[in-house]
T-cell receptor, first 114, second 117 residues
């Protein structure tokens, strides 16, 4: 079955440093989504990428979708303490027809030291 | 967006008992999804619940252990039956955003943190 690998599992940064998490799928994806889960909270949708090579920005967050639509990354510039949480990628396999059949990566836990 | 009310938010249960988790959505949605998130782990889809039909379970999950009800388009329940400590986890219901063209964009309930002694 489809697997989505996400690295690193943990990342500790000083406030102001940059942060990147990477996501790799074993199969070609139709789209990829990113979610953020604050400590003690539930996952919250951040963005969806659909097109090969797509790049989207949300303020200090930059999301990329690989040309082969099998990998993605999330980059945060100049982290702040409010960025703390777990970041999940979630991919929908190309040709998938079942709603909700997102495969989640293992998540990257980000801690930011002030 | 969709507002999802999930309860209970947490519970501590004895081995062998059952717990029913409720999920109420403020909009009518075709499908509701139940996920499990074990401590420090990712989200695993348990089943998809459609109104008026049996839920569709993912590999490794069975109806006898996780019976699901979906009586209408805004409500669903998940029961964790005959619990063991291995069932200790966070259980999350989710729905697709009913007001957007973004396919598979999920909204999650606040989760139920279950501890089984």
């Amino acid at each position: 079955g489809q697997q989505v690998m996400q690295i690193p599992q943990y990342q500790h940064v000083q406030e102001g440093e940059d942060f990147t998490t990477y996501c790799n799928s074993s199969t070609t994806l139709s789209n990829i989504q990113w979610y953020k889960q604050r400590p003690g909270g539930h996952p919250v949708f951040l963005i969806q990428l659909v097109k090969s090579g797509e790049v989207k920005k949300q303020k200090r967050l930059t999301f990329q979708f690989g040309e082969a639509k099998k990998n993605s990354s999330l980059h945060i510039t100049a982290t702040q303490t409010t960025d703390v949480g777990t970041y999940f990628c979630a991919g929908l396999a190309a040709g998938g027809t079942s709603y909700g059949k997102l495969t989640f990566g293992q998540g990257t836990i980000l801690t930011v030291h002030p | 967006s969709a507002v999802i009310s999930q309860k209970p938010s947490r519970d501590i249960c004895q081995r062998g008992t059952s717990l029913t988790i409720q999920c109420q959505v403020d909009s009518q949605v075709t499908m509701m999804f139940w996920y499990r998130q074990q401590p420090g782990q990712s989200l695993t889809l348990i089943a998809t619940a459609n109104q008026g039909s049996e839920a569709t379970y993912e590999s490794g999950f069975v109806i006898d252990k996780f019976p699901i009800s979906r009586p209408n388009l805004t409500f669903s329940t998940l029961t964790v039956s005959n619990m063991s400590p291995e069932d200790s986890s966070i259980y999350l219901c989710s729905v697709e955003d009913p007001h957007t063209s973004i396919n598979e964009k999920l909204f999650f309930g606040s989760g139920t943190q279950l501890s089984v002694l």
